[in-house]
């Protein structure tokens, strides 16, 4: 009689999705692809040049070119008081440059014209004189005492220097250290990188002047965030402007902020009367747009002999760019760096942070992770590692000391975080076996008889996704609930919407299979719309692996509340008293009697056509889900490599991956979120990352030079799961989409540094390419990316 | 077809030379009447309005907008519309018939093939080009033949399952 759960496409189903049927015949719906009558194009100039006055700005010759509608600077922003923005960091940030550009790429002048062919023509037209200022590349240059201030534009701002901040218990932690019988030292720079989704940043702004609506299609991962920021800065009334999200082609953190292209969009098309386009070039969204890291580290563990941690030390000082545009809670400086060694059970950490700006691109957007988890995992698993080497015992036995034991939750982190289920122990296991971990001293020294150099790296790690509860998470004062919202047909179909944005994460498949679970509705019967402010409901977006946490947790309980109508309609409809009804799925039926029923169905279209006396018409409901703690999902990488000691090169010959990411929506996209995310640790552990030459030159500012891999390079990868259900989460769901960019890049890391480690090798900076591993193997010293910076020394 | 010029949005001003060209894509001989610098993925999109083509990186190196030129994968962002004059073009728009989608389309669908959609139709037409030539690729020739195109958010392991699992459908139907 019940429903067969996985047949309708309910929880546990690797539902095909339903995105894809547009997808694969190239019927996606990207803000490029939509025209609109009468468009014009917008094309952007940006700076060459990292520091630099502005002498003048000559436009005369791009006004000239036929074809030209517009063409906007800094001045004209600032007759509008638009001049400069504010940041998700209460930075601001300039939209064109009115005093002086600071950095490479920054946005100077906008053409509106025709045709984008015209546009570049006429920025190529425009004439800036530049006068030319010191260069600030690093922290060392930003804190000399001597150095150029990149922003004398801030009343009040002394030198370069973004925030001190603190967190932790300095004194009990320096005791930790006093008492140790061992302490272990890292210092690393985990370098900038670059989101680099495939699709650039973009927007088609189109203000009706006879209406006085603004509607703007771009690329946001947050748009109800726009619509409030645009209601704010742009003095428009909310109810008239309309963000809309389309299809996004990929966003990992970098389609988060409002970028100068919107609001220069928005304003060309207040000021020609049509709607303005606006799509950026690769070049422009490498070296503009949001990047991600660029943080220097200094870490110590306080250690007993036997291996237990007794305390952390934690030193960061991060590169912020021209702008403190780091997307980020408001609370945290740096992001969530302080949820370092939660799965580990050390009863103290103290940590010392300072930020500063450079002449780079501002930014400091969690790429694919959720505020700086990934560094915080990074330098956690590779102080672990070092550890475990100065004591000289086997890493994997190292970690399972330290971890917290399955009965110990909830747990109170070193940093204070408190998390709430996991086996941590059990997931190490499985991954162990499946690399065949017991044999594999014997098997590299099998292989060091050849001449064949082996090593085997772990990364375990447990990160808190899904910001967040409204005590701590807030952006900007707007605390991060998240929201749904279902509407039930007469027949039994429905159409839910929700606060967040899919960008290839599936949520139009996986957010019906949360009604069908609830409510027994075919998941093939429920629609799922995204990203229309003026029909969705508010919500904070899709970023930092929030939407199931939070926006799948706010469509579970929109769909409970439905389900408590139903039941009345049911009790209704078989003439029996509430009390006396049953539900399974998809239909109640009367307790002394299981074959009289109703479906969910039946009651749907009694909501319309046979309500009981006194009840509201209609099914349909929302909620708005204000999560009571963060998910913590947890994972251990196991990676096995091969380095080639006559280059360099390194190939990785097994990687296992075991992920406890709790309750399965749909197994298919979960597996699909993990290989995506390893491919991007990989990527990062292996050769993507920007860098700045002296004079403040992106080298990384297209992808000749900034590396991703391909197919041919990317290597295999085998999936293991785990399942401890999240104890607050209306369905026990964790977030995934992040875990595998975050915890991979320290396994790749420890294994090359564990085939080093007879070397004499501890560190070799990310990327390992060839020349480093090379240096590193001939010298038997440590190579840094970038000299080692230290705080507070 | 008529002319494309009122498919373009501007008239081009009278110093630039226009260039009549008649290109066959997807089975369809089209004509329109071109600025020679106009670059074969923006006729695509803007003229012939075939958006499936995406363009991600302007440079020959991101493959988003491969297409299929007599029949060899190209990156259309950096070939000139012009070049293509006589010649025939095929996009993920052709792929499908009326009534049926293509094995690759299908592959893709059911291995999990894609995420944000964007890199997909340039995955499939380079993966169509290697199953042409090669209904039995092995693993290895499949992850080569797309080296050309980069994907940020599968992965490469589905999309490499995809390419797999429509040769074998296709081996099945050419049976």
Redesign the interface.
């Known amino acids: 009689m019940s429903l067969d759960e996985i047949k309708i496409g309910g929880m546990g189903a690797s539902r095909?999705?339903v995105?894809?049927?547009?997808?694969?015949?190239?019927?996606?719906n990207?803000v490029?692809?939509i025209?609109l009558p009468g468009?014009l194009?917008m094309e952007i100039l940006r700076s060459p040049v990292a520091h630099a006055r502005i002498k003048s700005i000559d436009t005369s010759k791009a006004w000239d070119m036929?074809?030209v509608r517009l063409v906007l600077t800094g001045e004209m922003m600032a007759a509008r008081n638009l001049a400069w923005m504010p940041t998700l960091s209460y930075d601001t940030a300039a939209v064109l440059a009115t005093d002086k550009v600071r950095f490479q790429g920054q946005e100077v002048c906008a053409v509106i014209a025709?045709?984008?062919?015209?546009a570049k023509d006429a920025c190529a037209a425009i004439v800036v004189d530049y006068e030319i200022l010191p260069v600030i590349v690093n922290p060392v240059q930003a804190a000399a005492p001597d150095a150029v201030q990149i922003r004398d534009d801030k009343e009040g701002q002394v030198g370069n220097k973004v925030f001190d901040w603190e967190i932790g218990d300095k004194s009990r932690t320096d005791k930790a250290f006093d008492d140790a019988d061992v302490v272990s030292k890292i210092e690393l720079h985990y370098p900038r990188t670059h989101p680099?989704?495939?699709?650039?940043c973009g927007s088609l702004a189109d203000y009706d002047r006879a209406t006085g609506k603004l509607t703007v299609y771009m690329t946001s991962q947050a748009p109800h965030i726009v619509r409030a920021a645009v209601a704010l800065v742009a003095e428009l009334p909310e109810q008239n402007i309309r963000i809309v999200s389309p299809?996004?082609?990929?966003?990992?953190g970098n389609k988060v902020p409002v970028y100068p292209g919107y609001v220069i969009s928005i304003l060309a098309s207040i000021l020609t009367e049509k709607p303005v386009k606006w799509?950026e070039?690769?070049t422009g969204n490498l070296i503009s747009t949001g990047f991600g890291r660029d943080v220097y580290l200094k870490g110590e563990l306080a250690l007993r002999k036997d291996g237990k941690i007794l305390g952390v030390r934690m030193n960061t000082v991060s590169d912020h760019g021209a702008f403190f545009a780091d997307a980020q809670p408001s609370k945290f400086k740096i992001g969530l760096m302080h949820s370092a060694f939660a799965c580990y059970d050390i009863p103290t950490a103290y940590m010392f942070s300072t930020g500063y700006y450079t002449n780079k691109a501002p930014g400091g957007v969690a790429y694919r992770c959720s505020f700086r988890v990934t560094e915080a995992m990074f330098f956690q698993e590779r102080m672990v590692q070092a550890a475990a080497d100065d004591l000289g015992m086997d890493q994997a036995e190292f970690r399972r000391i330290n971890f917290v034991k399955d009965d110990d939750f909830p747990h109170r982190t070193p940093f204070g975080f408190l998390t709430d289920s996991g086996q941590y122990g059990k997931c190490l296991d499985i991954g162990l076996e499946a690399i065949g971990y017991k044999n594999f001293e014997a098997e590299k020294a099998e292989a060091a008889k050849r001449g064949r150099l082996l090593g085997i790296g772990i990364s375990t790690m447990t990160e808190p996704l899904g910001a967040g509860n409204s005590r701590e998470y807030d952006i900007l004062g707007i605390k991060m609930f998240d929201s749904a919202e279902l509407r039930v047909h007469m027949t039994g179909k429905a159409i839910l919407r929700t606060g967040a944005k899919t960008?290839?994460?599936?949520h139009e498949t996986t957010w019906a299979q949360i009604v069908a679970h609830e409510l027994g509705i075919p998941a093939e019967d429920i629609l799922v719309e995204e990203g229309d402010t003026d029909t969705a409901p508010f919500g904070m977006g899709t970023y930092a692996s929030r939407s199931t946490p939070v926006a799948g947790a706010a469509v579970a309980m929109v769909a409970r509340k439905i389900r408590a109508k139903a039941r009345k309609i049911a009790a209704h409809l078989l003439e029996v008293s509430e009390e006396d009804i049953e539900w399974e799925l998809g239909r109640f039926y009367v307790r002394s009697n299981k074959d009289r029923g109703v479906t969910i169905q039946e009651c749907a279209m009694a909501a319309y056509s046979n309500m009981p006396d006194g009840m509201e018409p209609g099914l349909e409901n929302n909620a708005y889900y204000d999560p009571p703690n963060l998910t913590w999902p947890f994972a251990c990488y196991i990676a096995k490599v091969e380095i080639d000691p006559e280059t360099g090169v390194w190939d990785v010959l097994q990687f296992v991956a075991v992920d406890d990411c709790g309750v399965r929506i749909n197994p298919?996209?979960v597996?699909?979120q993990i290989?995506?995310?390893?491919?991007?640790a990989y990527a990062m552990a292996n050769m993507q990352y920007q860098t700045y030459d002296e004079d403040g030159n992106c080298i990384g500012a297209?992808?000749?030079d900034f590396l991703?891999p391909?197919?041919?390079e990317?290597p295999?990868?085998e999936l293991y799961e785990v399942v401890t259900p999240c104890p607050h989460h209306p369905i026990g769901a964790k977030g995934i989409g992040e875990c595998a960019t975050v915890g991979g890049p320290a396994a790749f890391v420890n294994a090359v540094m564990n085939a080093l480690k007879e070397k004499g090798v501890r560190n070799v900076d990310m990327p390992l390419m060839p020349n480093r591993v090379y240096e590193a193997l001939t010298t038997g010293k440590d190579v840094y990316g970038m000299p080692p910076v230290r705080n507070g020394e | 077809m008529s002319s494309l010029f009122e498919e373009?949005?501007?008239p081009p001003?009278s110093d630039i030379p226009i260039r009549r060209v008649t290109i066959t894509v997807n089975g369809e001989p089209r004509t329109a009447d071109i600025?020679p610098?106009?670059l074969l993925a923006?006729l695509l999109?803007q003229g012939l309005?075939?958006?499936?083509?995406?363009?991600?990186?302007?440079?020959t190196?991101?493959g988003?907008c491969t297409v299929l030129f007599d029949g060899r994968p190209i990156k259309s962002c950096t070939m000139l519309a012009v070049q293509a004059d006589g010649h025939s073009v095929k996009?993920?728009?052709g792929?499908?018939s009326a009534s049926e989608?293509h094995p690759i389309?299908e592959g893709?669908?059911?291995k999990?093939g894609?995420?944000?959609?964007?890199?997909?139709?340039g995955m499939?037409l380079a993966a169509t080009a290697l199953l042409e030539k090669n209904l039995n690729p092995t693993e290895d020739e499949?992850?080569?033949a797309?080296?050309?195109?980069?994907?940020?958010?599968?992965?490469?392991?589905?999309?490499?399952k995809a390419v797999l699992w429509a040769a074998e459908k296709m081996r099945a139907e050419s049976n």
């Not at chain 1, 049927?21 to 996606?28: A, E, L, S």
Request: include cysteine; charge should be negative; hydrophobic fraction near 30%.
């Open positions: 095909r999705r995105e894809d049927n547009r997808f694969i015949r190239g019927k996606g990207y490029d692809d025209v468009m194009h036929p074809g025709d045709d984008p062919y015209i680099s989704p495939i699709e650039c299809d996004i082609g990929g966003g990992f799509i070039d690769k960008q290839g994460q599936g298919m996209i597996e699909g290989m995506g995310g390893l491919t991007e297209n992808y000749m991703l391909t197919a041919w990317t295999g990868f | 373009i949005a501007t001003s600025e610098r106009l923006d999109r309005k075939l958006t499936g083509t995406h363009k991600g990186c302007d440079t190196n991101c988003a996009t993920v728009e792929l499908a989608l389309q893709f669908k059911e999990h894609l995420q944000c959609g964007f890199c997909t139709p499939m499949v992850r080569w797309l080296s050309g195109n980069l994907c940020r958010c599968t992965g490469y392991q589905n999309i490499v």
